[in-house]
Structure formats: C-alpha cells, structure tokens
C-alpha cells in the first residue's frame, strides 16, 4: 500500500517532507483486510475528522483479522459494509469531492469460500470525500515461479512448500511470508523465515 509505505518509511506525513501525502479531513478506504484497516486508522491517527472503511461484503466477511476491526472501531472508524464505489466527482483541481456507493447484498458462495456481492439495483447513496486510499487485494508476484521450473503454485498462484520446511517442490529454493499464504501478516512472514533458516541449515550441513 503506496500510502503506509510513504507515510511509515518517508516520513510523508510531514508537511515539510520531500513528498508529503495529501492529508484529507475526510478519509474514504477502500477494502476490508488488514491492510485497509491500518490506512484507515493510520488516516484517523494523522488528524482525519471523519475515517470510513468501504467494503463490498458484511463484516462477517472481511478477511482483516477481528482484533484489527475491534481496534478500528475503538479509534472512531465508520464502516460502510454492503456497499462498493461506483463512481467519483471530483473539484476543478481534479481533486476528490464525493463518491457514489452502490448498496450491495450477499448472494450465493464464490471460489472464495466467501458470499457474492451483488448489487442491489437502483439503491446508491453519495458519501462527501475528500481522500480516497484503495487497499483492494494482493496478488502474488508470478516472476519467481515462472524464472524456475518445477515450481508448484496454487490456483491463486501462491507457491507450494512443505509447510514444516517450507521448501518448494526444488528442494534448494525456500519460500514464506505472502507469496506462500496469500495476503497475512508480518508475524506469519517472520515465522515462515525462522523455519526456512533451520531448514536451510540442516539441508546444507546434511542433517536433513
């Protein structure tokens, strides 16, 4: 996410910076995983008045972790679940002023797992913005599987490993964190690096 990368490691929060972030009073996020939640209450933190979460689908299915939206709620954050941006209008600077949501309804299970969202026809609300952060989704990086043969990857093109060494189906190249999991979290990538480590020692100096 461009926004927590500037904000967190450029210090783009300062005005003074070499490339500050626009800091909007009211703050539109767009998505419904961990990610979504630290901008929003990173948005919240740097003196927005007002910081939504936007989500297609209910609360029951977002994929952030319950104990990220319990915490965003507690800093203030509204969430507008069922609902999905249709469109933008913006000032003649070119900057967001308000966007369209469609109001949504769950329908039948997708390949997810999760329950569709479906539009529920004719039914849309106006919400006065004037930031909006999209934090839609990861994909894995598709480089490394198509650099080395034999690797095995899922249909959502996460890279296959043996889940006590995380070794691929090459024995020499390891893989964790995200590109393994899909999108998780720092502490899972951390832990996925520990084992690889053992298990790159034992693989080199042949106790595996």
Same mark, same amino acid.
């Given at each position: 996410? *461009? $926004?927590?990368?500037?904000?967190?490691?450029?210090? +783009?929060?300062? %005005?003074?910076?070499?490339? %500050?972030? $626009?800091?909007?009073?009211?703050?539109?996020?767009?998505? @419904?995983?961990?990610?979504?939640?630290?901008?929003?209450?990173?948005? #919240?933190?740097? !003196?927005?008045?007002?910081?939504?979460?936007? $989500? /297609?689908?209910?609360?029951?299915? =977002? &994929?952030? #972790?319950?104990?990220?939206?319990?915490?965003?709620?507690?800093?203030?954050?509204?969430?507008?679940?069922?609902?999905? %941006?249709?469109? $933008? *209008?913006?000032?003649?600077?070119? #900057?967001?002023? /308000? =966007?369209?949501?469609? /109001?949504? *309804?769950? @329908?039948?299970?997708?390949?997810?797992?999760?329950?569709? &969202?479906?539009?529920?026809?004719?039914?849309?609300?106006?919400?006065?913005?004037?930031?909006?952060?999209?934090?839609?989704?990861?994909?894995?990086? &598709?480089?490394? %599987?198509?650099?080395?043969?034999?690797?095995?990857?899922?249909?959502?093109?996460?890279?296959?490993?043996?889940?006590?060494?995380?070794?691929?189906?090459?024995?020499?190249?390891? +893989?964790? !964190?995200?590109?393994?999991?899909?999108? +998780?979290?720092?502490?899972?990538? =951390?832990?996925?690096? /520990?084992?690889?480590? =053992?298990?790159?020692?034992?693989?080199?100096?042949?106790?595996?």
């Amino acid at each position: 996410n *461009e $926004y927590l990368t500037r904000v967190n490691l450029m210090q +783009a929060a300062d %005005p003074e910076s070499d490339t %500050p972030v $626009y800091q909007g009073q009211r703050v539109a996020v767009i998505g @419904g995983g961990n990610t979504a939640m630290d901008a929003v209450r990173t948005a #919240r933190r740097l !003196g927005a008045e007002k910081a939504m979460i936007v $989500y /297609r689908r209910s609360e029951e299915e =977002m &994929p952030a #972790r319950v104990e990220e939206i319990k915490h965003a709620k507690e800093e203030g954050i509204d969430f507008y679940t069922l609902h999905n %941006p249709l469109r $933008y *209008e913006g000032d003649e600077r070119g #900057r967001v002023q /308000r =966007m369209q949501l469609q /109001r949504m *309804e769950l @329908g039948e299970p997708d390949q997810s797992g999760r329950r569709r &969202p479906v539009a529920i026809e004719g039914e849309t609300v106006w919400l006065e913005v004037d930031e909006v952060i999209v934090s839609v989704g990861v994909s894995p990086n &598709p480089l490394i %599987p198509q650099t080395f043969s034999g690797m095995e990857v899922t249909s959502w093109g996460t890279i296959v490993v043996n889940n006590e060494t995380m070794q691929t189906a090459d024995d020499m190249i390891f +893989a964790g !964190g995200d590109i393994v999991r899909g999108g +998780a979290t720092v502490i899972l990538a =951390m832990g996925d690096g /520990r084992k690889a480590a =053992m298990a790159m020692d034992a693989h080199i100096s042949g106790r595996q």
